[in-house]
């Protein structure tokens, strides 16, 4: 509001300025800015109509119009005082001429004065002198004559002065009225070349502004084309990373199975041999045991000492398997313990290769994204991913052993640490 107020101000001065007369900004000192308005006064309307309707969607730089302004009110001030010094010269010339003009005219006055001085005075004496002898006078007479004869003479030369003085006079006024019809065109020109400069100046300012108005509304389409492409590229690259964290599952699920099917074929058969060598050894203390029964009666002492012997033994042979068993299986929990270990090292160097193949794609990409950056959108990611996804009951209806063998993997690697 402050702004468009300082605006109709402004335009309210410059009406009132430019009422001024064109006398009065010529022979005036104080009319300077009233010249300046005059001069841009002419066309001042056809600039606001075409302003009107040129310029209703665009914006004006300000600074650039008010640059162009300084610099046609520089140029305006430069004429103004050529004007001003040729004015000057023109006033000295002026009284020269009117110096010129009366210096003969006050001769003519003083020569005039003179000989109308010389004439009453010659008159004067010649009623005054009364001479007692006639020669004196006949030849007084006679010189009156003569004086007489001559004056007519000179009153024609002087009216000869006097017209030649006119004439010197009227073509003074004329070459005066000629010089200063000339400087009136001469002005006329200047302002007609003004309002000119003022009509370029601003066609040039229009056709500049719809030329950075043009490159401003491609730069906006390039931008937007620019953010486009960006997005695109981010949904690529989630989708590509969803895709990889998906594969890796996968993977990982498939290889825990193998190495779960082959540990349980590998622990069935270590069962099946035990159980085959239980059998045997039963089957060997049954026909022990029939051919005591068989030769009890015969030798029952013998036999109740070899059976006695051979029971200790068995009962040793079997904390012997006892402990072999026992053994077995902690070599069993060992292997496993190793197989864990192995398994979340691979997990690990895995998850280091893809998030280092991420970050690298990223920086070729143009993309600054710290690694802990990443790992924490992938995170993310994987966790919006489960949450959606629903489990199937295949999955839910899984071994005991097979829940054990899950493994959790949150893309947490060593750089994070």
């Known amino acids: 509001m402050e702004i468009k107020k300082k605006k109709e101000t402004n335009n309210n001065r410059k009406v009132s300025e430019s009422k001024s007369k064109l006398s ?3 022979l005036k000192k104080n009319h300077i800015e009233n010249y300046i308005n005059y001069s841009l006064k002419e066309n001042e309307n056809s600039y606001k109509q075409n302003k009107i309707n040129n310029m209703k969607d665009n914006k004006v730089d300000k600074n650039a119009l008010e640059i162009q302004l300084k610099k046609l009110t520089e140029h305006l001030y430069s004429l103004k005082f050529k004007l001003e010094k040729e004015k ?8 020269c001429i009117i110096n010129n003009i009366d210096e003969p005219k006050e001769k003519d006055i003083t020569t005039k004065n003179r000989k109308d001085l010389i004439i009453s005075k010659k008159n004067h004496d010649i009623t005054e002198r009364v ?31 006097k017209n030649r003085t006119l004439e010197e006079q009227r073509n003074k006024k004329y070459i005066i009225e000629k010089y200063e019809n000339i400087l009136r065109n001469i002005k006329k020109q200047h302002i007609d070349e003004i309002s000119e400069i003022k009509n370029n100046i601003l066609e040039d300012v229009d056709f500049l502004i719809q030329k950075y108005r ?9 931008t937007k084309k620019k953010e486009k492409e960006k997005k695109e590229e981010q949904k690529k690259i989630t989708e590509v990373c969803i895709n990889a964290c998906k594969k890796f599952e996968e993977d990982v699920k498939n290889k825990a199975k193998i190495s779960l099917e ?14 085959k060598e239980k059998e045997a050894l039963e089957k060997k203390i049954n026909e022990l045991k029939k051919k005591t029964e068989e030769e009890k009666c015969h030798t029952e002492k013998r036999v109740f000492h ?14 012997e398997l006892k402990n072999r068993l026992v053994l077995q299986k902690e070599e069993q929990n060992v292997l496993i313990n190793n197989i864990y270990s192995k398994v979340d090292k691979q997990i690990k160097i895995y998850e280091e290769n893809i998030i280092k193949i991420f970050h690298n794609i990223l920086i070729n990409n143009n993309i600054n994204m710290s690694i ?20 199937d009951n295949s999955i839910k209806n899984q071994d005991k052993v097979e829940e054990k063998l899950k493994i959790k993997y949150g893309f947490v690697s060593v750089f994070d640490k």
Request: glycine share 0%.
């Open 24 to 26: 009065d900004i010529l």
């Open 131 to 161: 001479f007692p002898n006639d020669k004196l006078v006949h030849n007084n007479t006679e010189r009156e004559i003569s004086m007489t004869k001559y004056i007519p003479e000179l009153i024609k030369t002087i009216e000869i002065y």
């Open 306 to 319: 070899a059976c006695e012997n051979k029971i200790k033994e068995e009962h040793n042979l079997n904390k």
């Open 372 to 391: 802990s950056e990443l790992c924490n959108c992938i995170k993310d990611t994987m966790d919006e991913q489960y949450k959606n996804d629903d489990l």
């Open 88 to 95: 000057k010269k023109e006033k000295k010339k002026k009284h």
């Open 214 to 222: 043009k490159i401003a509304l491609e730069l906006l389409e390039i």
């Open 262 to 275: 082959e540990y349980k074929s590998y622990m069935l058969t270590l069962i099946n041999n035990v159980k």
